[in-house]
């Protein structure tokens, strides 16, 4: 097993990507982070006349992740060191591979329906932050395109309920052309009367007649390729939210990997992340709606959470 001390980050990863040519699972000895606090990665520490270089656990599971491991339980070998393991991804695990008929590619059969977005820390409190920026509590109609099974309203639901706010005295609205996730939705809000789902597809929202909403939440889908990316924004704008309304869009800058959340948008034609497009289409909602007179943000890491307020 290697054992690094005060080898540079640069020749770790040589050593490690050589490994993982060969191996599933790979194993080497560190300097145990928790042996010194407020240090920084590259600061050189000497125990018993050997030099260590220091890194936190931050810096090793990012190098797990950029080298699409899973980085397993540490162990403690001595007093100063640890063992790390890292375990390779099933990258042909991800659902982003699997050709499905569409409307069912994210549907309750699906690898996504697996996934819970609320459950990765740094989605749900950038979520919550552009929840508190629009004051959902304030909110009378809210329309979620891409829903699926609802859980963007299970969270508003919590959270209201957490700060004793009323989530029946708002109107719900979800739309998602997936028939399986739309079902699953309806039953986890049966009992919700100021809830209402439909199966429908975006492209035809004007068919549904729903009128104007003060809120307007949409994760992960308008940059889907059945969508016309600016061409709906625009529409959804001019006729869905009200001119003093709010809206949040989350465009993804991440896939999910065999159990894994992988920082970076996957661009067609790049082996690796690549966020221009992400980029193109976020500063372009955020010029149209600043001259709409909405202030607009763009927070996030494996979502960026663009929140718009009215400034009227
Ligand atoms: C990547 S998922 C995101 C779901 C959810 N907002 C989330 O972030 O977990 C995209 C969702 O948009 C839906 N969708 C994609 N294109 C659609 C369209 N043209 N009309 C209605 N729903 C659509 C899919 O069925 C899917 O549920």
Known sequence: ??????????????????????????????????????????????????????????????????????????????????????????????????????????????????????????????????????????????????????EEFELIKEHLAKHLEDFENIEFVGIDYCESAITLAQKKFEKNTNVNFYSHDINNLEELNLGEFDLIISIGTLQSSNLDFNKIFMDIVQKNLKKDGSMILGFPNCRWIDGEIIYGAKAPNYSYSEMSILYKDAFFCKKYLQQKKFRVTLTGKYYIFLTATSIR
């Open 1 to 150: 097993m290697n054992k690094f001390t005060n080898e540079t980050m640069y020749q770790i990863i040589q050593i490690i990507e050589l490994d993982l040519l060969s191996k599933e699972k790979i194993s080497f000895e560190v300097l145990n982070p928790d042996f010194i606090s407020s240090t920084y990665a590259g600061q050189v520490i000497n125990i018993d006349n050997e030099k260590f270089i220091y890194r936190s656990y931050k810096a090793w599971t990012d190098l797990a992740s950029k080298l699409f491991c899973r980085i397993l339980t540490p162990i403690k070998k001595t007093e100063h060191s640890i063992i790390i393991s890292f375990e390779k991804l099933k990258v042909e695990e991800s659902f982003h591979k699997i050709k499905e008929k569409k409307e069912e590619k994210y549907g309750i059969e699906s690898t996504f329906s697996l996934i819970n977005k609320n459950e990765e820390p740094e989605v749900l409190l950038t979520y919550l932050q552009a929840l508190n920026n629009v004051k959902i509590e304030s909110k009378k109609r809210v329309l979620n395109l891409g829903i699926n099974s609802g």
